[in-house]
Structure formats: structure tokens, C-alpha cells
């Protein structure tokens, strides 16, 4: 598929899905980074994943506009993947962008990608790493001038840091429940079987947040993400996880056991008081 862009066309929309779960402290954070777009037609589907209502919270902050979508997974602890695919359901606009309810869209990233992800079926950009109690970064997904302008299979397999593409509609291949840790490392894969090379804009407009509690935070990270290696690795022999490139397949399945290589490094890491999480562990091991 050619890389090309479009015009700034407001009429096209982005569904932002954003799926919450105990996130009551963080979804204003979340839906303020979106009214302050510069890109306006979007909306936020809001998938409560815990039984209860975000509305009252977000008005409670000041928040209250006709943009905002609210449903439910109708489940407690039904996992992010569930909540996203019922948010999924729930989206009317041509394109699709995940936010984690407890990270933010800096200003202009709508705008930036938006057209990109029309004329190319999906686009990512770069990704900020920071440090939830105190603003502090971390770390970029890409320093400068690393960053190559498209981004293949391969491409996204070398990456370490959680990335949230915007995607055309029809082309969103859902979130696979049984996958309850790396799924946005099985969905990008997908998407890029799909279509081919994206491009990829150089500015971190992604925030990515660090909160202590979060699931890469706690304790048992390292065990969840053993087990949810070996499951992807039991699908790609299986189903193949309806990958129908062989090579990025194989690859795939290189690179998975790439990382449990590493997880397993981080795990003693951990155990032994070096980093207090796995992306700390990744500053220390590039440091």
C-alpha cells in the first residue's frame, strides 16, 4: 500500500476507545487530552470495564460534552481487550484509536494523524514514557533522528514501548481476549500484516504513563507476561493468530521468545531490587 496523506478534512472522525477500569483518578486526564485536540471530530467511547459510571466523575471535573460515548463491558474485570472490542462496537466514526485510560494525547496528535491513517490505512507515532507521580520522563519510544519514517512488522517487533496506532475502520482486526497482557503487541502485528508499511511520525505525541499499581508496575508482571508469551506462542503454532504473512509469522514468533528472554532478565532484575518496573528495567539495560 502507497504512503500518501490527505487533506485536513474534519468531517472525517476518530472513535477514541478508551477502556477503564478502576480509573476514576485518571479518566479526566485522559478525555481533557482530547478536548484540548485541535482536530474536534472525534469521539471518546468510554468502556467501563468495573460496573460503575464515568459520567458523574467526569463531570465532577467539569467535563461534559455530546462527544462522549458511554458503555460497559457488563463484566467486572473483563480485561482490556474485551473492553476495547465493546468499545469497538460502540464506535461510529471512520477511524479507531486506542487510549489506555490512564495516558494522554498531547496536543496535535489528531491532526498529525489523522490524514495519515486515512490514506494509509493506519499510522503510529512516537511515544513519550513518563512518570505518572511526578511528570518525570522516562524515556522516548524513538530519540532523535531514530525514528524511520514507515513502520513494517519488523520495524514494530524491535520496539520495546506499548504503541497506539490510529487505524482506518475497516481494517481493525479486534482484540483477542484470550490475550490479556500483550495484546496491543498481537493487534499492531495484525494491523501491519494488513496493510503493509505505515508511516510513522517522529513526535512523541503518545504519552505513555508509569503509574505505580498499573499492571507492568506490580510485582507480578514478570509471571503475566510469561504466561501470556507462551499462550501467543501456542496460537502462532496453532491459528497462526490469522497472520497471514509466513515470514512476519515466523518472525513473530522469533521475536516473542526474544522477549521472554528478556522478561526473564527483568524478572531477576527485579527480584534482586535493580528496577521497580519493566520500563525502568529497559532504561537500565539501554543506559
Known amino acids: 500500500m502507497g504512503v500518501t496523506g490527505t487533506g485536513q478534512d474534519p468531517s472525517f472522525g476518530v472513535s477514541v476507545i478508551i477502556a477503564a477500569h478502576r480509573a476514576h483518578d485518571t479518566i479526566a486526564r485522559a478525555v481533557r487530552s ?18 460503575t459510571d464515568y459520567r458523574p466523575t467526569l463531570l465532577a471535573a467539569g467535563i461534559d460534552d455530546p462527544r462522549l460515548v458511554f458503555t460497559g463491558t457488563g463484566r467486572v474485570g473483563a480485561g482490556a481487550p474485551a473492553a476495547r472490542n465493546a468499545g469497538l462496537a ?8 486506542p487510549l489506555d485510560a490512564d495516558d494522554r494525547f498531547r496536543p496535535g496528535r489528531l491532526s498529525a494523524l489523522v490524514p495519515l491513517a486515512l490514506g494509509n490505512g493506519g499510522a503510529f507515532d512516537n511515544v513519550a514514557v513518563v512518570r505518572d507521580e511526578d511528570d518525570s520522563p ?48 498481537v493487534f499492531n502485528v495484525r494491523l501491519l500484516d494488513a496493510t503493509g508499511p505505515v508511516p510513522l511520525v517522529a513526535t512523541p505525541f503518545y504519552e505513555y504513563r508509569q503509574r505505580a499499581g498499573s499492571i507492568t508496575y506490580s510485582a507480578d508482571s514478570g509471571a503475566r507476561a510469561e504466561r501470556c508469551y507462551r499462550h501467543v506462542l501456542d496460537r502462532l503454532d496453532g491459528d497462526g493468530l490469522g497472520i497471514r504473512d ?25 527480584k534482586a531490587g535493580r528496577c521497580a518496573n519493566f520500563q525502568e528495567f529497559l532504561v537500565l539495560e539501554w543506559g
Open 34 to 51: 482530547l478536548l484540548e485536540q485541535d482536530w474536534t471530530a472525534w469521539e471518546a467511547v468510554i468502556v467501563s470495564d468495573d460496573g
Open 90 to 97: 460502540a464506535a461510529r466514526l471512520e477511524l479507531v484509536a
Open 138 to 185: 522516562l524515556q522516548h519510544l524513538y530519540e532523535d533522528g531514530q525514528a524511520p519514517a514507515l513502520l513494517d512488522g519488523d520495524g514494530f517487533l524491535a520496539t520495546s514501548v506499548p504503541m497506539f496506532p490510529l487505524v482506518r475502520r475497516d481494517l481493525v482486526p479486534g482484540w483477542d481476549d484470550d490475550v490479556d497482557f500483550c495484546d496491543d503487541v
Open 246 to 270: 509466513d515470514g512476519l509469522r515466523r518472525r513473530f514468533t522469533q521475536a516473542i521468545a526474544a522477549k521472554r528472554a528478556r522478561n526473564a532478565a527483568y524478572e531477576a532484575a527485579f
